[in-house]
């Protein structure tokens, strides 16, 4: 029988034991499991006793993002993602949110299929790498902050991504972004590690951007899908 539950912290070995090698290059989330974990974000679906799949759920006010989604190589294709997908949203329903998003690379098509068939739509691109140059540009504060934000969320339907953990992209408040970064204005608003424009920001750390200029390294486009909660 499979069923779902958060991670704890002796689950660690096991998902890092099937996500090393997800893709040539390797997979990120050995590296990040652990504090997921810690966060209480991480959740796995058991199996016959295993671990058959590890993701995260996270929630910023009423939104939900959901990442990291990893079925083990030899339990794909039994419904094993698709159950987990619906389990979190049913998590973040009962956490409050009425609203969940997630990232899926260009390229990735089974993910694509997955999450369209759960009934996320597609809502915008989202880019991301490494930026050509540091951050310039008048800094805001106050009122002038507040509405600078405001007027940007207005643009993109209220989507943007954590100044501070800008792979998390979701329906946010002025707030949300304000709490976690001080905005900036160039030729478009960035807060922290996000801009509303072109790619800002240290060139040693990934950035994300709404447009896919700015940047000396980027990587595949990554397509913004949400579902209604
Ligand atoms: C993508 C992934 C999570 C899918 O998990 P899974 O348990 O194999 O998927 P499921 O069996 O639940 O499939 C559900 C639906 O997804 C789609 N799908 C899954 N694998 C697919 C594939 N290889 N090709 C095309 N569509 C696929 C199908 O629409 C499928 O429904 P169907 O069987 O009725 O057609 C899994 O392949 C995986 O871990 N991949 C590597 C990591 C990754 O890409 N993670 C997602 C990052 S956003």
């Excluded at 704890?8 to 590296?31: A, C, H, K, L, Q």
């Excluded at 419904?79 to 990232?103: N, Q, V, Y």
């Excluded at 490494?130 to 800094?139: A, D, K, M, Q």
């Excluded at 954590?162 to 807060?191: F, H, K, M, N």
């Amino acid at each position: 029988m499979l069923y779902f539950r958060r991670a704890t912290e002796d689950d660690v070995p096991e998902i890092v034991s099937f996500t090393m090698d997800t893709w040539e290059w390797g997979d990120y989330i050995p590296r990040v499991i652990g504090r997921w974990v810690a966060e209480r974000r991480a959740y796995v679906a058991v199996w016959s006793g295993r671990i058959a799949a590890v993701a995260a759920m996270l929630l910023i006010g009423k939104s939900a993002y959901l990442q990291g989604l990893r079925v083990r190589p030899e339990l794909r294709g039994r419904g094993i993602g698709e159950a987990m997908t619906r389990f979190l949203l049913d998590e973040a329903k009962r956490g409050g949110a009425s609203i969940a998003t997630l990232l899926v690379a260009e390229w990735n098509a089974p993910s694509h299929k997955l999450v369209q068939k759960v009934g996320f739509k597609l809502r915008m691109y989202i880019y991301g790498g490494r930026p050509l140059g540091n951050s310039g540009g008048r800094c805001l504060s106050g009122v002038e902050a507040y509405e600078a934000v405001a007027e940007a969320l207005g643009k993109s339907r209220g989507y943007a991504c954590l100044p501070d953990e800008p792979w998390v992209c979701t329906a946010l408040t002025p707030w949300d972004l304000l709490s976690r970064g001080t905005p900036c204005v160039d030729e478009s608003l960035y807060i922290g590690r996000f801009s509303f424009g072109k790619a800002r920001g240290d060139p040693g750390v990934d950035v994300t951007s709404l447009t896919p200029d700015g940047y000396k390294e980027r990587y595949a486009a990554h397509f913004l899908y949400a579902i209604e909660l």
